[in-house]
Structure formats: structure tokens, C-alpha cells
């Protein structure tokens, strides 16, 4: 097991630092194949956008980086971050496939900088998704004015493993040949596709990090992640 999960571990390792290959739109045509209602809807936002630029997630199909001047504004002054937030949604439902509800909210302001932001980190029935996360960017008048990041649309999974704790532990301790473990494997939604820019099926996952290595551990067959 272990020479299959190194090459998980090097992929995941890699993948956090390399710069993915994106399908880049010049603003008037996505190069990366969209749904019809979600080009409506892509368009549409690209027109009541300045400055548009944006940039499409190849195995998922929506959105990994929008910029405009705003992207969006709130028609209500007393709206919060996270309202504004669900309202963008809701003015694209098709494009981003998702709602605020499939996220853990966040909000930041940075240390010398007149901005907000909003990050949202995605959850499945209280199960997060690995490496989902977006972030909006907001002027000091509540604009949306950037929108990136990546997650996993239209999650539908078990999400009660078939495996305990104890049992990836005992596997893990196994394969690095040591006595014991004191850390605790983690449940995760994993779609490999999130670091790898390629399409991969979703899974339910324990995650364990330990003596320099994480595993990525599938919660159903116990293979590889």
C-alpha cells in the first residue's frame, strides 16, 4: 500500500504548489465547454461587468477566477457579506451550481488593505470537501470585485463510512512500520480532480497525517485515495 499512497502524497504535494492549467476566456467566448444555460448566464454576468475577465475550472465546468468592476452590488444597503454572497448566487444559479448553504462562511478584513474578504469553504451534510474553497473580494463600498477558487458542484454521497478510525489507524501504523500513532484520521469528501485539474470521481476519504506522510485513505474499500 504504502508505494500507492507515496504517489497520492506526492500528487497532493505538487498539486498544492504547482500553477494549474485553466481554460482562459478573453471576455467574450469561454474556451472551456459550458452548459447552454450556464454560457447564458456567463454572458450575462460579462455584460454587467466592466473589465471583465474571468476563467473556467476544466473538470468541473464552473468558474475559478472572476474580475470585474463590480462583479456584483448589492441593491440593499443593510445586507451583510454572506447575504451578498448568497444574492450572487442566486442572481447565477445555473452558472455556479451551488448555494451559500453548501458553505462555512468566513469573513476577513486584511491589515492595511481598505477590502473584505469572504471565504467560503464548501461542506457536504457537515463533511468537508478537501481543498474546496472561494474566496470574494469586496471594496470598502461592500462591491464584489473578484471571485476565486475551486470547489466541487453536485456532491452526492454517503457520507457514513464503512471504516473506523481505529481500522485506518492499525492500517497506517502497519505501513510505516512503527509501534503506534497518537493522531486521528479525518473524514473528507476528496475529488482528487480539485488539486489535479482532471476529472476523477468523488469519494468519502480519512485523511491522516503522520510521521511526514499523509495518507488519503478511501472510508468504504480502504484503497488509496
Request: glycine share 4%.
Given at each position: ?7 497520492l502524497?506526492?500528487v ?8 494549474a ?6 471576455g467574450?467566448k469561454?474556451?472551456?465547454k459550458l ?18 475577465f ?5 473538470p468541473?465546468?464552473v ?22 454572497v448568497?444574492n ?17 462562511v468566513?469573513?476577513q ?17 457537515n463533511?468537508p470537501?478537501?481543498g474546496a474553497?472561494?474566496?470574494?473580494t469586496f471594496?470598502?463600498?461592500?462591491e ?10 453536485h456532491v452526492?454521497?454517503?457520507v ?14 502497519q505501513d ?12 473528507f469528501i ?5 488539486l489535479?485539474n ?18 488519503f ?9
Open positions: 500500500m504504502k508505494k500507492l499512497l507515496v504517489l502524497s506526492l497532493v504535494a505538487t498539486s498544492l504548489v504547482a500553477t492549467t485553466f481554460a482562459v476566456t478573453d467574450n469561454v474556451t472551456s452548459g447552454a444555460k450556464q454560457e447564458v448566464q456567463y454572458q450575462q454576468l460579462k455584460v454587467n461587468t466592466s473589465n471583465f474571468g476563467s473556467v475550472s476544466k468541473f465546468s468558474p475559478n477566477f472572476l474580475y470585474g468592476k463590480p462583479l456584483f452590488k448589492s441593491q440593499n444597503n443593510t445586507d451583510n457579506y454572506e447575504q451578498i448568497n450572487f448566487f442566486r442572481t447565477y444559479p445555473d452558472l455556479f451550481q451551488v448555494t451559500i448553504s453548501d458553505f462555512r468566513e469573513v478584513k486584511p491589515k492595511d488593505r481598505n477590502i473584505t474578504q469572504v471565504h467560503l469553504f464548501q461542506e457536504y451534510q463533511v470537501v478537501f474553497e472561494l474566496i470574494f471594496n470598502d463600498k461592500k464584489l470585485i473578484s471571485y476565486t477558487g475551486k470547489y466541487t458542484p452526492s454521497i454517503a457514513k463510512p464503512k471504516t473506523s478510525k481505529g481500522k485506518i489507524q492499525n492500517i497506517v501504523t510505516l512500520s512503527v509501534n503506534t500513532i497518537t493522531e486521528q484520521p479525518r473524514l476528496f475529488n482528487k480532480g480539485i489535479t482532471t476529472q476523477e470521481s468523488t469519494k468519502l476519504v480519512w485523511r491522516l497525517g503522520t510521521n511526514g506522510w499523509v495518507y485513505i478511501d472510508a468504504d474499500t480502504l484503497l488509496a485515495g
